[in-house]
């Protein structure tokens, strides 16, 4: 082949590659979570800056023993930026789910023109909406998040530090793109299922996300070792605040496992979030 043509070829190709990647959508977070008022989905996308939006689609399904209850389509529109756009909704459900039983929910999301394939997250969660007796369940730092009301208490300690109510809500909307941030969001909702009445089998993990997080900060470097230091301590409070209901046979959720996020810089700490309330 000649030489001038085969360059060329060479030259369309790695334009057409470097298009393709400027084009590309990722998933950078997903962390969804479900209860009986409705679902919710906090997480993070990054798209490519060829691409002024796109449409992460969704369909989340509502079953009762194994009757379709409700379904729920549609989509979020994300709006390109140099940056993770960070993603937190909440859909409530049609049906008024009080006192009426389990019910499973199912959901599929899907983000277009991934490079790579990997366009779509999924989970699977049981909710126990009552009329079966009394029930101590765990909560996920979402549910937390959206449910001040029912906070057993008015503030916590976390890293050594003192927070009320208000700074743990406003700090569990901070997204979660660092490792530091994911692993405070469930430290705060471990302590607050203990709280609640959850049997407090996560002391020791407790003890040490507080000390990681009061050595290391929310939003400073780690090395590889205190990189899988911390992700060994939060996948121990993410287990506990994921568990059955203290006296029901519920099983465990099953979601896309965000430690495949990306770590990108999150500035957000303690300082900025006090800020907001003065």
Known sequence: MNTKV?????AIATLLFAVNANAAARWDSFEPNADCEGWALVGGVKI???????????????????????????????WMSADVVAIDEFKAWESDLADTGVYEVTGVFTVPYTLDGDSVRTFTQTIDCGGGGTAVCAHRPGWWRRHGDDWPVDGLMVAAQTQTREELIAFL?????????????????????????????VQ???????????????????????????????????????QECSDKALPLAMEY??????????????????????
């Open 257 to 278: 496992d965000e430690e495949d996020a990306l770590d990108d810089d999150d500035l957000y700490g303690w300082g900025e979030i006090k800020s907001m309330y003065r």
């Open 173 to 201: 909307h901070v997204p979660a793109r660092k490792l530091q941030i994911r692993l405070a969001r469930h430290l705060i909702a471990a302590k607050l299922n203990v709280a609640a009445g959850m049997d407090n089998s």
């Open 48 to 78: 490519g800056s060829t691409n002024p939006f796109i449409d992460l689609t969704y369909d989340v399904s509502l079953s009762q023993d194994g009757v379709l209850v409700e379904e729920r389509t549609g989509f979020f529109r994300i």
């Open 204 to 242: 020791e993990a407790i003890e040490a996300g507080d000390q990681f997080l009061a050595g290391h900060g929310f939003c400073g470097h780690l090395t590889r070792a205190e990189r899988r230091e911390g992700r060994a301590v939060k996948r121990m409070l993410r287990a506990f605040n994921r």
């Open 6 to 10: 085969l360059f060329s070829l060479l």
